[in-house]
């Protein structure tokens, strides 16, 4: 009873403010700031003001009060609107996603506001074009230091490269696996193998990672829409004497094995020897106007793992990335979640919209077999290029 009510009270207290938002009467807003889920007309703008490089998640505040004296804000920056060509004009007039400056602010709003400037229907839009393309879905400007989505670079539409630190579903300091691919009309072949730089960051809770030697793995996307994968890894080395030493045995402070008090081993490292097949089902769809999002059923190296991952969304003027996986199943580790969240609009100039920071981290059962976090740190994604 107490769990049913308690659930009752979350939904209420997460919904209700979108319920109602979805529900408020529509009003001519003059002073507003515009969400950033348009990219082509926040850089459409910028051109026509001459601000170079322009920043398609830029803080632009329009203000309508004055009929002789209209602006529009920029990052800061104040210009009159005339100063734009009547369409675009006409085009910010007319912005369906707008955020109320000249909004009631009272003593409960330092606990409502945020909450009241979401957007209901805007939670949940169609994807994009390269979204659900199985041939050319590999394209990704954006590249993460550890897990995700693989970096993508198009040569010649359907054909192009891709690189990836970590596995698709791995978090912070989980794993040495790093890849390299071609792809080809939803086709991608490629090699995987060790780099330890990341894992050897830890000196603790090392008894879930997942190490590698080196190999090849390939895959190809079903060309019906990007929404199955399926392929194979195999390795092609086995571990030396010295790599087990340095991945098994308890070296100075890694304490990756566990025991029971008979000696027998409770928790160790997962060592990738052999073939796999793998595969993906997943969903594009486009949440809280992110331009690059998913949720995901998959399986990798005998793993199986549930999931949503989304690029620059936007709640309420933020803007960031959030990447939830979870891991069950496995042959020989314990379940896990993993769980990234990187902020946008932290540092400046060209950096102000290309760089999102923010903590990643994984919860799992813990050496003493309590649940906490295994692994904590710092993860940065850079988007390199335009959007998609």
């Known amino acids: 009873m107490k769990n049913t009510l308690l659930i009752i009270i979350v939904s209420l207290i997460l919904f209700y403010p979108m319920i109602i938002k979805a529900q408020e009467e529509e009003e001519q807003i003059l002073y507003y700031q515009m969400e950033p889920l348009d990219d082509s007309l926040f850089i459409h703008i910028q051109e026509e003001l001459f601000i170079d490089p322009p920043d398609p998640k830029a803080e632009i505040v329009v203000d309508l009060r004055s009929v002789t004296d209209q602006t ?170 010295s790599l087990l030493r340095k991945y098994l045995e308890n070296t100075g402070n890694k304490n990756n094995i566990v025991r029971n008090p008979d000696g027998t081993i409770k928790y160790q490292p997962y060592l990738l020897q052999g073939g796999y097949v793998n595969w993906e089902f997943r969903y594009p769809v486009k949440i809280l106007g992110a331009l690059r999002s998913k949720f995901y059923a998959a399986s990798f190296v005998d793993e199986y793992h549930i999931g949503f991952t989304g690029r620059e969304l936007t709640l309420a003027g933020s803007v960031f990335d959030l990447r939830m996986d979870y891991m069950f199943n496995s042959p020989i580790r314990n379940n896990q979640f993993v769980m990234d969240i990187s902020v946008q609009k932290i540092f400046d100039y060209w950096a102000y919209s290309s760089i999102a920071i923010g903590p990643s981290f994984i919860i799992t059962r813990l050496r003493g077999s309590g649940i906490g976090f295994s692994s904590f740190f710092v993860n940065v994604r850079i988007k390199v290029g335009t959007s998609l």
């Open 72 to 241: 529009i804000s920029v990052k800061g920056s104040l210009y009159p609107l005339l100063a734009l060509k009547p369409e675009t004009r006409a085009r910010i007039i007319t912005y369906p996603f707008k955020l109320n400056l000249e909004e009631t602010i009272n003593f409960g709003s330092v606990f409502t506001r945020v909450l009241e400037k979401l957007r209901f229907k805007n939670i949940i839009n169609p994807p994009t074009v390269f979204q659900i393309s199985p041939t050319l879905g590999y394209i990704n400007p954006y590249i993460q230091i550890m897990g995700g989505e693989r970096f993508g670079i198009p040569l010649k539409k359907d054909i192009g490269l891709s690189i990836g630190f970590g596995t698709p579903y791995s978090g912070a300091l989980e794993t040495n696996y790093t890849e390299a691919s071609f792809h080809i009309l939803g086709a991608k072949a490629g090699v995987y193998l060790s780099v330890d730089a990341m894992t050897e960051l830890k000196g603790s809770e090392n008894h879930n990672n997942l190490f590698v030697t080196d190999g090849i793995q390939m895959s190809y996307t079903i060309p019906f829409g990007n929404f199955f994968e399926i392929g194979y890894l195999s390795s092609s080395s086995e571990f030396s004497a």
